[in-house]
């Protein structure tokens, strides 16, 4: 892998969970994730039932079909008349997370890889990205040829150059999807889904195939297949190796991305230079300390103070975009006596977070040392998408999800089934996790891998730690789980073909 280039590496083989990691020089800078089997999805368009209106609060709560209703503020449903019972159009804008069911819109956008067609809308924008004003201005009237009455239109980055031919059709493309997702909620019941989005790798495609990806690495051959097409319909200007990943090391393990995403959930995380931050997320806010902990500088203090803090915020910027990070973000950095130095510091924040797709704002330096930093809030961060409260000590702590555990289980067992010929495995797990696995996944796994699986509950393992305590036949896997099952201590769970 050449360190310099964008690499993007899709991990979509099971059909329970996909993952898409970012590369940068070398490094893991962002990562998405989506589990198959989650209610509600960003981009999802429903025709919904207005069970109840709070003007106290100028909101709506609206019933999707399943799960939590989704909120709906007033103000993202202006065109609509929104009564009790009454039924209305909207789209996911952000998922379930914790106690909070989805937010959704009214306002409907269709995304494509060039233009986002926004129905009942009549703006038309340009990416802020695109600096040229005379590219602004000629994507800007070929996108108003192209768009009928009462459609606004805004123009992506990745439509810089292209030509108009190629524009309008993609707006035509959008515009009949439109009118089909329109023509589905004429006739179907409420509440319904109406429309849903390309699948995670397509939407990662979408937004980050740019002229700095080289590499695409996928490990499933249906969708290694689906990146080869738009790949070669898209990637006018440069295109990026598009590689099918067959070893038996999982995809993740191999481009030692597993090693990067356990660093995501701690705490403190050290700078190369031997300064460290601690990061603690909140409900309200994340708060980020640094500290120059073994770092002395080379020069006095006034530079070694400055140089941690510069390399801090690139490594905040950093975090934010990997741990998908957003709202209210409090960095409290090491005092800086010179207005000159923290003018610095503000300039290399600004230069930092230009670059992030979701907008963000950085404010000045209090004279407590404090910044304080807006980003957009997109998708859950990836400490919400992967942990939950402890159960052993009164929610102080947290745990990985049971399911998070139970996919790093299955990709452990693909990869020694793959190593072997073996007819059978008896895995070792926590109990809660070995009662999770046996009632939701197991006899899946079993059709999919194509082996006999038993998972046992030990209560001498912790929450997260797992072992293989038998591979081989399958008569004498038997007769270890029937052994086990006489003892009558472990429970266990049991799935093969008869």
């Given amino acids: 892998m050449n360190n310099g280039d964008k690499n993007i590496i899709a991990n979509v083989i099971d059909p329970e969970e996909a993952r898409v990691a970012i590369l940068e020089e070398g490094h893991l800078v962002e990562l998405f994730a989506e589990r198959m089997w989650e209610r509600q999805r960003a981009g999802e368009i429903y025709k919904a039932r207005i069970d109840n209106v709070l003007p106290g609060i100028n909101a709506a709560f609206v019933n999707l079909g399943e799960g939590r209703n989704a909120f709906l503020y007033l103000d993202d449903a202006k065109n609509v008349n929104v009564k009790p019972n009454g039924e209305i159009v909207v789209q996911v804008t952000k998922v379930a997370r914790k106690d909070k069911g989805p937010r959704v819109t009214a306002r409907i956008s269709l995304p494509g890889r060039y233009v986002v067609l926004l129905p009942c809308a009549r703006e038309v924008g340009v990416s802020r990205r695109i600096d040229d004003a005379r590219e602004k201005e000629r994507l800007k009237g070929l996108a108003k040829q192209s768009v009928p009455p009462g459609f606004g239109i805004i123009i992506r980055t990745a439509a810089a150059g292209i030509g108009g031919e190629t524009l309008k059709g993609e707006i035509d493309e ?85 090693r990067e995403i356990s660093a995501i959930l701690e705490r403190k995380l050290w700078l190369t230079s031997g300064g460290f931050l601690i990061i603690d997320q909140a409900e309200a806010m994340t708060v ?6 073994k770092y002395v500088g080379t020069s006095d203090l006034r530079h070694t103070i400055l140089e941690t803090n510069i390399e801090a915020a690139k490594e905040i910027a950093r975090q934010l975009r990997l741990r998908a990070i957003g709202g209210i973000v409090i960095v409290d950095f090491i005092d800086m006596d010179y207005s000159e130095d923290k003018q610095k510091l503000l300039d290399c924040l600004e230069e930092l977070f230009r670059e992030d797709r979701h907008k963000s704002k ?9 910044v304080e930093i807006t980003r957009k809030r997109s998708r ?56 999770y696995i046996g009632e939701i996944f197991l006899s899946q796994w079993v059709e999919e891998l194509g082996r006999a699986i038993f998972i046992v509950g030990s209560k001498d393992l912790a929450w997260d730690k797992y072992r293989i305590e038998f591979q081989g036949a399958l008569d004498q896997a038997l007769y270890k789980i029937n052994l086990l099952e006489e003892e009558g201590d472990l429970v266990v769970y049991r799935a093969h073909r008869p």
């Fill in 174 to 258: 959008l515009l009949s999807l439109w009118q089909e997702i329109m023509d589905l909620a004429a006739k179907m019941p409420t509440p319904s889904l109406l429309y849903r989005d390309t699948g995670l790798l397509g939407r990662v495609l979408r937004d980050e195939l740019d002229e700095r990806v080289s590499r695409i690495v996928v490990d499933d051959p249906d969708h290694h297949e689906q990146v080869l097409d738009y790949v070669a319909k898209y990637a006018n200007q440069t295109h990026p190796t598009v590689e099918l990943y067959s070893k038996n090391i999982p995809i993740f393990e191999y481009f030692d991305i597993e």
């Fill in 288 to 293: 980020i300390d640094v500290n120059t902990g």
């Fill in 362 to 370: 950085v404010y000045g330096v209090t004279k407590l040392g404090l």
């Fill in 380 to 435: 859950p961060d990836l400490k919400t998408y992967m942990t939950r409260p402890c159960p052993f000590c009164s929610t102080k702590g947290w745990v990985l999800k049971e399911d998070v555990v139970a996919m790093d289980i299955k990709r452990f067992m693909r990869k020694v089934i793959l190593s072997s010929r073996t007819e059978a495995l008896i895995l070792e797990a926590h109990p809660s996790i070995a009662c």
